[in-house]
């Protein structure tokens, strides 16, 4: 092998590892963003959570999404849109000049998922696997759609609140509706 093969080798070989480099850093740049958005989506529910602890009056809590289709990107950025939105200044009224809020979506207000869950582990003295819980919810309310993951984070969040109970059997988790009579 001549000394001038050999340079050409290694300058083939440093150019092709400064192009995977390159594009490791675009594909760590992507990621970067993305968790920065969901870091800002965490951030406004976190506010949001902060802002309604501790009403007892579910009325008076904002709508629960259920199916809106999309991917988490645009869900994050909808969802800090629909913050700042919430967090606007009050509108004044033309002919008043009283201030009032703006106005909130005038649909009819669904209960939330985590209510119609404790519905249906109610029904039953089993413990039930989140599957079973979905299944069952999407049978009964077809206007429902909830992901699979959706329902597995509500029923934590529910365990986390103390509501139901987390059973586990080898690699299933099961729940089950915490009652007044019964050991947490």
Request: proline content about 7%.
């Amino acid at each position: 092998m001549t000394v001038q093969s050999t340079a050409t080798r290694l300058v083939d070989q440093a150019a092709s590892d400064l192009e995977a480099n390159r594009q490791l850093q675009q594909k760590l740049t992507d990621r970067i963003t993305v968790l920065q958005q969901e870091e800002a989506l965490l951030t406004d529910i976190l506010n949001l959570a902060r802002q309604y602890e501790g009403f007892a009056d579910p009325s008076r809590l904002p709508e629960q999404a259920q199916d809106e289709p999309g991917t988490a990107t645009t869900k994050a950025k909808r969802a800090s849109a629909g913050a700042a939105a919430r967090r606007s200044a009050p509108t004044r009224t033309p002919a008043g000049g009283h201030t009032r809020k703006a106005s909130t979506k005038t649909k009819a207000r669904q209960p939330l998922l985590g209510d119609l869950l404790v519905e249906l582990l109610g029904a039953d003295e089993e413990p039930r696997l989140a599957k079973e819980l979905r299944d069952e919810l999407l049978a009964q309310h077809p206007d429902r759609n909830p992901t699979p993951q959706v329902v597995r984070n509500t029923l934590e969040a529910l365990v986390a609140k103390g509501r139901i109970q987390r059973h586990r059997q080898q690699r299933s988790v099961m729940y089950t509706l915490v009652r007044p009579d019964s050991p947490h």
